[in-house]
């Protein structure tokens, strides 16, 4: 098992190094001038050169990025042009409030998620069934920004409920995750009921009736382990949307993430921030699905023997 | 004579789908004594395994439903019974067995838990964890598997193994009446008759009477008492093991299906299948069900039903019976 894991971590050096290139590739041919954001309007170019050399701005397009790589190899995602701060600093600390709303938004859409799927599956075609397929429609296709300000105009301006920007206390979180979490309720809901249609179908379902087993637990003990897998699967690939979500959701809100860190840094042209970000969220993210994968092999036996047989 | 254990009276079984009324079981009788085998043979789709879920109430909730007829468990309709009360009967007093061991086993519970759930859901007396856990390993070396194993998932287990499982399982609590339904078509013929061999022994052993759903007569001749045979839904022949194997009179049906068994005394170029398919239980014939197929089929068999003929045990549906009396 813990040979798999390692394994595991080390594919993930291949895609961060892709990801370092696309986003170094896309920084330096899109156009803007670091330089002149630095120095301002007023600078001159004779200033600008300067400080071009002095960045090392002036070399060549693989020379920049191999000089990146070796260090960000080395664990050094270099300085922000912006603040002159370590990336890595930066993130860390920002990454807090980011976590914060993500697992927010992920503890509501897994406990809506979850309970609304299980219930359409098991009172199939009812009322309840119908009522949560149509919420999962309409919250896959509400876009993040319109239902973020919709309720700050409801929430905060109209009843004056919940704070609408700040992220002193807990209650700041509440709309910014309910915010992000709409598109993985969504989906964890419609999978849910999916999954757990498909498996109270199973005969080891029947068996356990006949062993004269209450209905309650034969969806819990029985039905839902079996029926979470494929869940914990999109589960795990949900958290990355959150994680892209939160990005947009940050700036609604006024959340001082690394979201809001991010599209700061893109603005400014800022590529070692934009990439330490993109680098950073990616290997969280990758973390979560190697999570994903150890929790799988922990609930379903046959696959923890594939492990530990490889 | 022995006591009636379970008696089914005119029962009659109908799926409703969006697309049509299926009549699955029609109007069947059948009764089983304490301690007796009865083989209930029949084609695929005859309505075995409807029968079987309607013993035990578990007829898909929304599409099966009990049109007609009574179930006696010991002189109690148990269609009358509350579902409180039918869950304290299943696996307590009447287990059943399921056509394939491969898919009746929750892949991700120990095997040693799954039988320990049933000892659990009929543990009255409030036995403590670890005598229940006693009885696992008894129930698992008394059905030939090492009380080591208990620990193991289903997929460690081959199909006859699985299988052995499933039947400790179904004997957990010692139930009265035992339904095996085909419980041993999924498995390979050698480990075939290790199985029944086994499940014959416990049966004997505890005192069990059972239903053998099967469509193999050489099962049936094995282990069997008495043998219904079942075709579109009706009982259409009953008797002692005798009755059936070696008396003359049979329903045309039981004649074609002994036919069907290959014959090595008697030179033959080809099997001699019943031909023609089983009626479309959407759409059942009029007068005998069998008549398509029948060779010997008369005008009155079209139109009307056929009489029962009695003699001793042995039953037979047919008018040709009818007409010699
Ligand atoms: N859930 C269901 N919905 C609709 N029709 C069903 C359902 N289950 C069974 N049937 C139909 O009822 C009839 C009897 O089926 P049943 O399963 O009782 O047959 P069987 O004798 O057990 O056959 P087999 O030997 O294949 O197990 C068949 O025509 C079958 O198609
Ligand atoms: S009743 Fe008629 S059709 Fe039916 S089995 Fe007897 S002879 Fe054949
Ligand atoms: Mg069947």
């Known amino acids: 098992m813990s040979r798999y894991i390692l394994k595991r971590i080390l594919i993930c050096i291949p895609t961060l190094v892709a990801i370092t290139f696309i986003i170094f590739t896309i920084m330096s041919y899109t156009p803007g001038d670091v330089t002149r954001m630095i120095l301002g309007q007023e600078a001159t170019p004779e200033a600008m050169k300067e400080l071009a050399h002095q960045m090392g701005l002036d070399k060549p397009f693989f020379v920049r990025y191999a000089n990146y790589m070796v260090h960000l190899l080395q664990g050094d995602m270099g300085v922000s042009y912006r603040s002159g701060q370590s990336v890595f600093l930066e993130i860390i600390h920002r990454f807090p409030i980011t976590l914060k709303l993500a697992f927010g938004s992920m503890c509501i859409a897994i406990a809506v998620g979850l309970l609304l799927g299980i219930l359409a599956a098991v009172k199939q075609y009812s009322i309840l069934d119908f009522f949560g397929t149509a919420l999962a429609m309409l919250l896959a296709s509400v876009p993040y920004f319109w239902l973020g300000l919709m309720m700050i105009l409801l929430f905060s301006l109209k009843l004056g409920l919940l704070p609408s920007m700040g992220s002193n206390t807990w209650v700041h979180f509440i709309l910014p995750s309910i915010t992000v979490c709409v598109g993985s309720t969504a989906a964890i809901l419609r999978l849910t009921r999916t999954t757990m249609l498909e498996t109270i179908r199973q005969d080891y379902i029947r068996t356990a009736r006949a062993k004269g087993q209450t209905e309650g637990k034969i969806i819990f003990k029985h039905a839902l382990k079996n029926a979470l897998l494929p869940v914990i699967t999109v589960i795990g690939i949900e958290f990355g949307s959150l994680l892209g979500g939160a990005v947009v959701v940050e700036s609604v809100f006024s959340l001082n993430g690394v979201g809001s860190l991010l599209l700061q840094a893109i603005r400014l042209k800022d590529t070692p921030q934009v990439t330490g970000c993109a680098v950073f969220l990616a290997f969280f993210f990758m973390m979560i699905m190697l999570a994903v994968d150890i929790l799988y092999a922990y609930i379903d036996p046959r696959i923890k023997a594939r492990y530990q047989n490889s | ?325």
Request: include cysteine; hydrophobic fraction near 40%.
């Open chain 2, 1 to 325: 004579m022995l006591e009636k254990l379970l008696e089914i009276k005119d029962l009659s079984v109908v799926y409703h789908t969006d697309e049509a009324h299926v009549y699955a079981v029609n109007a069947i009788n059948l009764e089983i004594g304490a301690r007796e085998t009865i083989g209930l043979v029949g084609e695929t789709g005859a309505g075995k395994t409807t029968t079987a879920l309607a013993i035990l109430r578990l007829l898909p909730e929304k599409t099966g439903h009990i049109t007609q007829g009574e179930i006696l468990f010991k002189g109690e309709d148990l269609l009358k019974k509350s579902k409180r009360e039918m869950r304290g009967i299943r696996g307590a007093h009447i287990s059943m067995i399921f056509q394939d061991p491969m898919t009746s086993l929750n892949p991700t519970i120990t095997v040693g838990d799954q039988i320990y759930e049933s000892l659990l859901i009929h543990n009255y007396e409030g036995k403590p964890r670890d005598e229940l856990y006693k009885r696992v390993d008894e129930l698992l070396e008394l059905v030939g598997i090492p009380a080591r194993r208990r620990k193991d998932y289903p997929h460690q287990f081959s199909g006859g193994m699985k299988q052995r499982v499933v039947i400790s399982i179904a004997l957990a609590c010692q139930p009265q009446l035992l339904i095996a339904d085909e419980p041993t078509t999924a498995l390979d013929v050698t480990i075939q008759a290790q199985v029944l061999a086994m499940m014959y022994d416990l049966k004997e052993k505890l005192q069990t009477s059972m239903i053998m759903i099967t469509h193999d007569l050489g099962v049936v001749a094995q282990t069997c008492d008495k043998v219904a045979i079942m075709y579109a839904g009706e009982i259409i022949e009953f008797g002692l093991a005798e009755d059936i194997f070696e008396s003359d009179q049979h329903h045309p049906y039981t004649t074609g299906l002994f036919g069907s068994i290959p014959d090595l005394d008697i030179e033959a170029d080809r099997l001699n299948p019943i031909e023609g398919l089983m009626p479309d239980p959407t759409a059942l014939p009029c007068g005998c069900k069998f008549h398509p197929r029948c060779k010997l089929c008369m005008e009155i068999c079209k139109t009307t039903l056929p009489p029962q003929w009695h003699e001793g045990d042995h039953m037979i549906s047919c008018h040709l019976y009818s007409r010699e009396k």
